[in-house]
Antibody, heavy 116, light 107 residues
Framework: QVQLVQSGAEVKEPGASVKVSCKAS????????IHWVRQAPGQRLEWMAW????????KYSQKLQGRVTVTSDTSASTAYLELSGLRSEDTAVYYC?????????WGQGTLVTVSS | EIVLTQSPATLSLSPGERATLSCRAS???????FAWFQQKPGQAPRLLIF???NRATGIPDRFSGSGSGTDFILTISRLEPEDVAVYFC?????????FGQGTKVEV
């Protein structure tokens, strides 16, 4: 069965960077895109970025452009999200989700807390 | 970007009753690329409906989706206690993908 397993919770200081991983199994990794979505406390879900796991093409939210980078390692069936210049408002649960069109499978989420 | 507005914010019903959740888009959704998700506390979102009206794999037939253009509906025909969750909508026809703010269903 399709599974996306994310790395564990992180606590970071303001200004630092964080890298979250998303390991896929149960399907051919390079045939689907991986999207990254975050959910801050009390806020609606926010789409952050997308990577075509087949050819490495990426697209980023304009709001986060310049601070966010998504990559993938097809040999490890793993996608990565890196967010730099962390601020308190980046405190959120970060999800990866599979999907060329609908996001049909999601990771369990990774809590990133930004605090001094 | 397309703004999705859900109503009501909270829906309190009894087991066996019908729930009707609404999502309105600020502009027409291309290709009817519209989805509904269920999210229980501490869990990841679960895809219920895609392309506005297609049930995802393993989703009970008491869940149905309808609508087109700017107005979409999720119907839960006979509520069960396990349906307690936040339901939110998403459009994936236009970039960036956007989400509604959610409707909390209480049973």
């Amino acid at each position: 069965q399709v599974q996306l397993v994310q790395s564990g919770a992180e606590v970071k200081e303001p200004g630092a960077s964080v890298k979250v991983s998303c390991k896929a199994s149960g399907y051919i990794f390079n045939t689907y895109a991986i999207h990254w979505v975050r959910q801050a406390p009390g806020q609606r879900l926010e789409w952050m970025a997308w990577i075509n796991a087949g050819n490495g093409n990426t697209k980023y939210s304009q709001k986060l452009q310049g601070r966010v980078t998504v990559t993938s390692d097809t040999s490890a069936s793993t996608a990565y999200l890196e967010l730099s210049g962390l601020r308190s408002e980046d405190t959120a649960v970060y999800y990866c989700a599979r999907g060329n069109l609908p996001n049909d499978h999601w990771g369990q989420g990774t809590l990133v807390t930004v605090s001094s | 970007e397309i703004v999705l507005t859900q109503s009501p914010a909270t829906l309190s019903l009894s087991p066996g009753e019908r729930a009707t959740l609404s999502c309105r888009a600020s502009q027409s959704i291309s290709g009817n690329y519209f989805a509904w998700f269920q999210q229980k506390p501490g869990q990841a979102p679960r895809l219920l409906i895609f392309d506005a009206s297609n049930r995802a794999t393993g989703i009970p037939d008491r869940f149905s989706g309808s609508g087109s253009g700017t107005d979409f509906i999720l119907t839960i025909s006979r509520l069960e206690p396990e349906d307690v969750a936040v339901y939110f909508c998403q459009q994936y026809g236009d970039s960036p993908r956007t989400f509604g703010q959610g409707t909390k269903v209480e049973v």
